[in-house]
């Protein structure tokens, strides 16, 4: 019985990784959108959140079902609760892509011009701190997970920065506002993303150690 069990705890391993594997690729495939204005890749990552959503829903069932049938204890226990609240965080972020690729096809009405934020830099410390926390995940090292805590700062900061010089733009040249407007709520997607990633990393740290960090609060289980 403790092997089979064993196997379930892997294959609902397998299925969030395989759902993470999709929400990765829609993040990519959204900010790269917004980088060549390219309305396919927009099409693409909307096309994938129904697979995304039921794949949420699939795995959600499945960690219930163990947890009915198996009434897991300890580290077990705390692994699946992990998943189920990742599952929940990545099923955000995919929310989080389909946002950008609407903003990227709202962005095709208007001349392509530049605006003092940079997006690719932001998503592509967002996507880093979703696939560093997802490797600690995979390994279960709570200290890689504690390393993407800290990148949230950043990720915060450079969001806050957008929004000053966005707002500032704005004042300045009411004409671009529709691009300002976009890139702003794109930033703040961004940041939303780091969010998610954080919440993962969290996670992981409650499952390898029994510690809820969340809040900045620590609670360690004996």
Same mark, same amino acid.
């Given at each position: 019985?403790?092997?089979?069990?064993?196997?379930?705890?892997?294959?609902?391993?397998?299925?969030?990784?395989?759902?993470?594997?999709?929400?990765? =690729?829609?993040?990519?495939?959204?900010?790269?959108?917004?980088?060549?204005?390219?309305?396919?890749?927009?099409?693409?990552?909307?096309?994938?959140?129904?697979?995304?959503?039921?794949?949420?829903?699939?795995?959600? =069932?499945?960690?219930?079902?163990?947890?009915?049938?198996?009434?897991?204890?300890?580290?077990?226990?705390?692994?699946?609760?992990?998943?189920?609240?990742?599952?929940?965080?990545?099923?955000?972020?995919?929310? =989080?892509?389909?946002?950008?690729?609407?903003?990227?096809?709202?962005?095709?009405?208007?001349?392509?011009?530049?605006?003092?934020?940079?997006?690719?830099?932001?998503?592509?410390?967002?996507?880093?701190?979703?696939?560093?926390?997802?490797?600690?995940?995979?390994?279960?090292?709570?200290?890689?997970?504690?390393?993407?805590?800290? /990148?949230?700062?950043?990720?915060?900061?450079?969001?806050?920065?957008?929004?000053?010089?966005?707002?500032?733009?704005?004042? =300045?040249?009411?004409?671009?506002?529709?691009?300002? /407007?976009?890139? /702003?709520?794109?930033?703040?997607?961004?940041?939303?993303?780091?969010?998610?990633?954080?919440?993962?990393?969290?996670?992981?740290?409650?499952?390898?150690?029994?510690?809820?960090?969340?809040?900045?609060?620590?609670?360690?289980?004996?």
């Amino acid at each position: 019985m403790r092997i089979k069990f064993q196997q379930n705890l892997d294959e609902l391993k397998e299925r969030l990784l395989v759902m993470a594997g999709l929400v990765e =690729q829609a993040i990519q495939r959204s900010t790269e959108a917004y980088s060549t204005r390219d309305t396919g890749l927009c099409e693409m990552v909307l096309r994938s959140e129904p697979a995304i959503n039921r794949m949420e829903r699939e795995i959600d =069932q499945a960690a219930l079902d163990l947890l009915a049938m198996e009434q897991p204890m300890a580290v077990d226990l705390r692994f699946i609760i992990a998943v189920i609240r990742i599952n929940a965080d990545l099923e955000r972020v995919g929310d =989080q892509a389909v946002n950008i690729a609407q903003r990227v096809q709202d962005l095709g009405m208007f001349a392509n011009v530049d605006v003092p934020v940079d997006i690719p830099k932001l998503a592509s410390l967002s996507s880093a701190m979703v696939r560093k926390a997802l490797q600690a995940f995979i390994e279960g090292d709570a200290d890689l997970a504690q390393s993407v805590l800290a /990148l949230d700062d950043q990720v915060d900061e450079m969001n806050s920065a957008a929004f000053r010089s966005l707002s500032t733009l704005i004042g =300045q040249r009411p004409e671009m506002t529709p691009q300002a /407007l976009n890139a /702003l709520i794109i930033s703040r997607n961004l940041e939303r993303v780091g969010d998610h990633a954080t919440n993962i990393a969290e996670d992981v740290i409650f499952w390898v150690r029994g510690a809820d960090v969340r809040h900045g609060a620590i609670a360690e289980e004996e």
